[in-house]
């Protein structure tokens, strides 16, 4: 069986919907710290967990038969700059707990994600290499960084089958994102919806990598289920879809909604966005497990509007 940790987060609810859908309901056991979402209610077991308390997590594991761990629960960008020691240690001691219990229970496999903000100001800015210079600003980053260590230790060393992506900024709409800096790209389609107008957070011009949840989900099943001997990197893959600004993407969202209007008021996520690289080369993934997305910034703003206008009941009758 399948445990995911953080089943109630932005990247949780949809992995845990999609895992269910390969595998079957009741072969995916959700688990969060915070009450279940409402998405996932009556489609599979869900169990309180807290990733920090590992004798728990311990017991969970044993007595759900769980053979893989997806382990999403993390503190993010920016909600981790105004809590440095909780971002690091749960961020860290999450990781270690699952790690230890991998090894311990013969885990079959494990996913964690890793993303774009373990790259730092010092690192290539266009088509940031699989491997480069390395030196993140955030605390969040930092953990992302040496996290993805662990992971490489961990297959070293004990030979536990973990496997990694650097996500770049998610978009979705199924469920809200959590206090990250690239947060603006999902608010600001909710904001054209309700008030026509966003106040970005971000200044016009700032390029950031970004994907939609479906291409991220994609990934994550993909690098899941390819034979371990494609898998050559151990640490954590970049994955790459689009890169756009604010300015791009309010255009592309004033297709739908013509009277749409942004206005920019940076405030102190423009820093950590500034350090992080425009795009990313994922040319390791498309060549070892044969990666590829299939969402554009028009394609991905068409499905966004469409659904969050149903979601919202404002389509026109
Ligand atoms: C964040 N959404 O903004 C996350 C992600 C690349 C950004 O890691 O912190």
């Keep these: 069986k399948i445990l995911v940790i953080g089943a109630s987060g932005q990247i949780g609810v949809e992995l845990t919907l999609a895992l269910r859908k390969v595998y079957g309901n009741n072969n995916v056991v959700a688990s969060d710290l915070r009450e279940e979402n409402e998405l996932l209610k009556g489609t599979g077991p869900y169990v309180s967990l ?54 311990e229970e013969q885990i079959q496999k494990v996913y964690w994600p890793s993303s774009i903000a373990v790259f730092g100001p010092t690192s290539p800015k266009i088509n940031c290499p699989q491997q480069t210079i390395i030196e993140p600003i955030t605390v969040y980053g930092i953990s992302k960084y040496a996290g993805e260590f662990w992971c490489n230790y961990y297959h070293q060393r004990y030979g536990v089958d973990v496997r990694s992506l650097r996500y770049p900024g998610l978009i979705s709409y199924k469920s809200a994102p959590g ?25 016009e011009d700032t ?65 950590i966005a500034d350090s992080w690289p425009q795009s990313i080369d994922d040319t390791s993934a498309r060549n070892d497990w044969n990666w590829k997305p299939d969402f554009d910034l028009d394609l991905m703003t068409a499905d966004m509007i469409q659904n969050l206008q149903q979601a919202k009941g404002l389509l026109k009758k």
């Design 179 to 203: 206090g990250g800096t690239t947060d603006y790209a999902v608010e600001i389609f909710h904001d054209a919806l309700e008030e026509k107008n966003y106040n970005c957070f971000l200044r």
């Design 50 to 103: 807290d990733v920090m308390n590992k004798e728990m997590l311990h017991v969970q594991v044993i007595r759900q038969n769980i053979t893989q761990i997806y382990l999403l629960a993390a503190i993010l960008s920016a909600t981790g700059e105004k809590n440095p020691n909780l971002a690091w240690n749960l961020n860290m001691q999450g990781l270690l707990n699952v790690l230890d219990i991998a090894r």
């Design 207 to 271: 390029y950031l990598p970004m994907m939609y949840m479906p291409d991220a989900i994609k990934a994550t099943l993909q690098l899941m289920e390819a034979p371990q001997e494609q898998i050559k990197v151990r640490t954590s893959y970049n994955i790459a879809a689009m890169s756009f600004s604010p300015k791009e993407i309010a255009a592309a969202i004033q297709k739908h909604i013509p009277d749409f209007t942004i206005h920019y008021k940076p405030d102190y996520r423009q820093t």
